[in-house]
Nanobody, 122 residues
């Protein structure tokens, strides 16, 4: 599967942004899908994921209650809705896929999109 994230940009603290990740080659229903992010000088970290089978969603504590991951099989896309954005949410956001159960370790994902930059600044 090939993944392509888009929709990043510059937003102010407290604003919202939705970033899509389009998939091609195979349907997203075959994969556990996840979003990761990487801020300058930091390691890539898990943000949110949706499991392959039950489509249950999981979130990092830092974004729980503010971010929502969802999938649209008809569009073969996964979305990350980000509300109440904070300065510390600034990062390059990546979508990723794996065929096994959800995992918060980036090394466990086989397929990656190219990343989209989200900058939160006043």
């Amino acid at each position: 599967v090939q993944l392509q994230a888009s929709g990043g940009g510059l937003v102010r603290p407290g604003e919202s942004l939705r970033v899509p990740c389009g998939a091609s080659g195979r349907t997203i229903s075959s994969y556990t899908m996840a979003w990761f992010r990487q801020a300058p000088g930091k390691e890539r970290e898990f943000v949110a994921g949706i499991t392959r089978w039950s489509r249950s969603a999981y979130y990092a504590d830092s974004v729980k209650g503010r971010f929502t991951i969802s999938g649209d099989n008809a569009k073969n896309s996964v979305y990350l809705q980000m509300n109440s954005l904070k300065l510390e949410d600034t990062a390059v956001y990546y979508c990723a896929a794996r065929m096994a159960y959800i995992d918060s370790s980036a090394s466990q994902y086989d397929h990656w999109g190219q990343g989209t930059l989200v900058t939160v600044s006043s």
